[in-house]
């Protein structure tokens, strides 16, 4: 069995109390490495390299030369992708195609933020006030904690380290204790690279003894949270007691929409990815769909064929669709949705079940499952299950759609499906969705905002803003 340790100041060492907690395969359910159980000890060093870093070298740095060791990481990140994705996959079973390209997309962060360190601009500011000159300037905030899921460790920490480096800060990670590895092999190349001590660090830990006293840490200026609605609120009341700016990508049940004048087959294959891709394990998922009543039954009919098709089993097999549910306590929640949709009264049209034998290892896994004849009201349209499940609904027309579309309170993105320019303008216009996709589905980049509205979250991460989240404004008057 692996086992890891802290990333602290540029080196690896053990907790302080010595803890340590292991972390599962979901295929083979067996403990496969082992890493460190970081406590309020462990936050306080963390934080203190991270903020003697701001005063060493790193603070002196260059805007230029910092993102040209930006730039460095993504290349190595690139040199290493293939073992990166073997140990996200062992931690979070998704299959190892998904993960390869998603940590190539990772390398790609850090060019475009490297690439961003040097273009973030002031301003000189015309003002009413006579023989005063006024400029603008951007300052990094400080010390950044980053509290992250384990359904995409890597990419979701990229989201943010990309933009807070970029800017001039420094970083304490905290990734899920669902999947704590990753980080701590990405970690070694911010060394390999030449990034200085205490630049970027790592804890792994759980939500409580050690997310909770991060947020919490007086020398932590900025949070950024990715997780579920209950965490976000933990963690925005915590930032709230020090006052501190915090970002927050949370859940979602995001409508995918799907019009007569659709093209169809390319509709049901977006429906499919929308829904499936990584289980279903996706915040962005599109896991309520809306069909419009004349293409109901053929819809559901063609999505029902390939669904069933669907190659479900081994995340290391490259024929494998759908891999197991990631954590034990999600596994039990999906198939808690199941039975809830069931009773409800929604009708199954697919899947249902979970898997066992042979082919399914510990058995964490769950038929991709459909749901028709769903109404709003019911907690399976209106609850996230962050699974293999999708819940069909049926509408009339445009108002119909975005009367059922927007009656949720997650707002974290939508998908239209139409051949008609007015309809997608109409629709895009009036969803209530950080997000909207037309005629595509997952379509997401460094280059543009992501975020939620409503109880999706707060803020925006991605794009050229981005880094500014993690700058403060300062604004300097000179007499003249
Ligand atoms: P979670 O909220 O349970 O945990 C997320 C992180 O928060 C973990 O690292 C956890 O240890 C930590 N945490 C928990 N309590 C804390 C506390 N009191 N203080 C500080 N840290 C704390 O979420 P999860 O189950 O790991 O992930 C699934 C959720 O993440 C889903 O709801 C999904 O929609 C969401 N998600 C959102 C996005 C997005 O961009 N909007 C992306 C991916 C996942």
């Not at 039990?332 to 409800?344: F, G, M, P, W």
Request: hydrophobic content about 40%.
């Amino acid at each position: 069995m692996k086992t890891y340790q802290l990333f602290i100041g540029n080196e690896f060492v053990d907790a302080a109390e010595g803890g340590w907690f292991d972390t599962l395969d979901p295929f083979t359910g067996e403990a496969w490495a082992r890493v460190p159980r970081a406590t309020q000890t462990d936050v306080d060093r963390a934080v203190a390299a991270a903020k003697a870093a701001l005063d060493g070298p790193w603070g002196q740095m260059s805007a230029s030369d910092r993102g040209m060791l930006l730039h460095k990481v993504g290349e190595l990140i690139e040199a290493n992708a293939d073992k990166l994705a073997e140990v996200e996959c062992r931690d979070n079973g998704k299959l190892k195609s998904e993960v390869m390209g998603q940590v190539r997309y990772v390398a790609k962060y850090f060019y475009y933020y490297g690439g961003l360190a040097d273009k973030i601009q002031g301003a000189v500011v015309p003002n009413d006030k006579p023989k005063v000159f006024n400029y603008v300037k951007y300052e990094p905030m400080g010390v950044v904690a980053s509290i992250t899921p384990w359904n995409s460790s890597l990419l979701l920490t990229a989201w943010k380290a990309g933009p807070a480096l970029a800017a001039g800060n420094t970083m304490v990670c905290k990734p899920s204790e669902f999947t704590p590895a990753s980080l701590l092999d990405l970690a070694a190349l911010f060394v390999e690279a030449g990034v200085p001590a205490g630049v970027f660090n790592v804890l792994t830990g759980f939500g409580g003894d050690c997310g909770e006293p991060l947020v919490r840490h007086p020398d932590v200026a900025r949070v950024a949270f990715t997780g579920g609605d209950e965490g976000g609120r933990k963690v925005y009341a915590s930032a709230a007691a020090g006052l501190k700016p915090v970002s927050l990508e949370l859940g979602g049940k995001s409508p995918n929409i799907v019009f007569d004048d659709a093209d169809i087959d390319n509709a049901v294959n977006g429906v499919i990815t929308g829904i499936f891709s990584a289980g279903g394990q996706t915040c962005m998922a599109g896991s309520r769909l809306l069909l419009q009543d004349s293409i109901h039954d053929e819809f559901i009919e063609k999505l029902v064929k390939i669904t069933k098709a669907a190659k479900v089993g081994d995340p290391s097999d490259p024929s494998t669709e759908i891999g197991p549910v990631a954590t034990l306590p999600q596994f039990e929640k999906v198939l808690s949705y199941i039975d809830i949709a069931k009773k409800e009264g929604a009708r199954c049209v697919a899947g249902g079940n979970r898997l066992t034998g042979p082919a399914y290892g510990a058995g964490q896994f769950v038929e991709p499952t459909i749901f028709a004849d769903v109404t709003n009201d019911m907690r399976i349209a209106q609850e996230e299950v962050f699974g293999p499940v999708l819940a069909v609904l049926r509408f009339k027309d445009e108002d119909d759609a975005l009367r059922i579309g927007n009656d949720i309170r997650f707002g974290l993105a939508a998908g239209v499906w139409t051949s008609s320019l007015h309809r997608a303008m109409y629709m895009s216009e009036r969803l209530k969705a950080g997000t909207v996709w037309v005629n595509n589905y997952r379509s997401t980049s460094y280059t543009t905002p992501f975020g939620g509205f409503k109880h999706s979250g707060i803020g925006r991460e991605g794009g050229v803003e981005a880094v500014r989240e993690y700058m403060e404004a300062k604004s300097v008057w000179i007499s003249t």
